[in-house]
């Protein structure tokens, strides 16, 4: 049975294909086995500088290629990526560097202040070229059902929280993504989503399960105009993105660019009203937007459109791993339109908060379930169809009946 930890897939992610272009980045490709290489050599300087299974290590950054190799030698050292969006002030990141129990920081020389300022007393890594000389060093054991990543998320429910995430959990989500959206021969992604949120984290390992070398043209940030000449210049296939993102896009003169390559859009993070959905796809009749839906606490993402298959309206079909069902305040299940709390069961679901009793935990053959909406749902062959009235994210798990 294969080894559901990072650490050992990005290992065998690195020697899977021959040498190729992987990342391109403002205006420069890099290859796969410099990456893998670079990959390595942090791992051995994070265990150089004492990092130790199980240490939470903040990487604070803007998309860049260094983020996905930060991920991958963590993982490789064993410790616990604790992702940080780099727009954030220094009394929220001092809220996370103590709550998570970080023992060191990653951040690039921009935003060092801000790191500098939280007070909080660890090492700070500004950029990697010093964890770069170290030695190359192999991925160290660890468990499925280790912590692999925590992930800090606020939205509707105040402050920022830990959510813990594990290797299995990450693993399976990220081999479901790979295997539910891919398509033989398109292989030139362009990803502008944060690669410190968890939809941008599950791309990255997504990545790490694929079947044919993949070219992933890289934006350090979102800018509308550019992500079109890159899409067009690069002659990408497909891409990730957000509602608001495609609200900017239509903005743009898209119609311009030669774009006949590019296939489909994967759209999260937000809901997508259909009025924009087919808006977009009136003016780009050849991109299809592939709809899914998921939050942190299910490893960014619960169900999805797969290519060919999509139901518009829909959220898609529940990812392979987890099962969805619709309950009332009782537990029971409701009928197709009724209005009802969405529970999420599989063995992917977060571990749990830090510090919280309210974790998930195997119960007999079933795994405990997740409430992670409440809101009309109808099931459709399959399909789940979101009604946003009455839509809230409560705060409590359900039983796994």
């Excluded at 991958?72 to 990141?93: I, K």
């Excluded at 660890?142 to 912590?147: K, T, Y």
């Excluded at 660019?257 to 009749?285: D, I, K, Q």
């Excluded at 490893?299 to 309206?313: D, E, K």
Aim: with cysteine; aromatic share 6%.
């Amino acid at each position: 049975m294969t080894e559901q930890t990072l650490g050992r897939l990005a290992e065998e992610s690195w020697g899977r294909f021959a040498d190729h272009d992987a990342m391109y980045y403002e205006g420069v490709w890099h290859r796969s086995h410099e990456l893998a290489e670079r990959a390595r050599r942090m791992c051995g300087g994070f265990v150089a500088a004492g990092v130790r299974p199980g240490d939470r290590v903040a990487v604070m950054m803007a998309n860049s290629p260094e983020v996905p190799v930060l991920y991958q030698a963590l993982w490789a050292a064993g410790a616990v990526v604790t992702p940080v969006v780099f727009l954030v002030g220094a009394e929220e990141l001092r809220h996370i560097l103590l709550d998570s129990g970080a023992v060191a920081v990653v951040t690039s020389p921009e935003l060092e202040a801000t790191v500098r300022a939280t007070g909080v007393d660890i090492p700070v890594h500004v950029d990697t070229a010093e964890l770069e000389r170290a030695p190359g060093h192999g991925p160290v054991a660890r468990g499925p059902g280790d912590l692999a990543a925590l992930m800090y998320t606020g939205g509707t429910t105040g402050r920022a929280k830990g959510v813990m995430l594990s290797h299995r959990g990450l693993w399976q989500v990220g081999k479901a993504v790979w295997d539910t959206s891919y398509q033989e021969g398109k292989n030139r992604i362009i990803v502008p989503v944060p690669l410190s949120h968890s939809y941008g984290l599950i791309v990255t390992i997504a990545w790490m399960h694929a079947t044919e070398p993949q070219h992933a043209v890289l934006m350090r940030w979102f800018d509308p105009g550019q992500f079109l000449k890159l899409a067009a210049g690069q002659r990408v296939h497909y891409g990730t993105v957000v509602p608001a993102m495609l609200q900017m896009l239509l903005a743009e003169p898209l119609e311009s660019y030669p774009l006949p390559e590019l296939s489909h859009l994967t759209c999260g993070a937000a809901p997508l009203g259909r009025s924009l959905l087919e808006e977009f796809e009136r003016r780009l009749p050849g991109v299809r937007i592939l709809e899914g839906y998921g939050l942190t606490e299910t490893c960014a993402v619960t169900t999805f459109n797969p290519p060919g298959r999509r139901r518009i309206g829909s959220v898609g079909l529940p990812l392979p791993g987890y099962s969805i069902t619709v309950r009332d305040s009782d537990g029971e299940a409701v009928e197709a339109g009724e209005v009802g709390e969405i529970c999420v069961s599989g063995e992917p679901l977060m571990l749990g908060y830090p510090g919280s009793s309210a974790v998930l935990r195997p119960s007999g053959p079933r795994w405990g379930s997740l409430i992670t909406r409440i809101c009309r749902a109808i099931g459709i062959n399959g399909f789940f169809v979101l009604d946003q009235v009455e839509c809230r994210v409560p705060r409590r798990g359900c039983g796994s009946g």
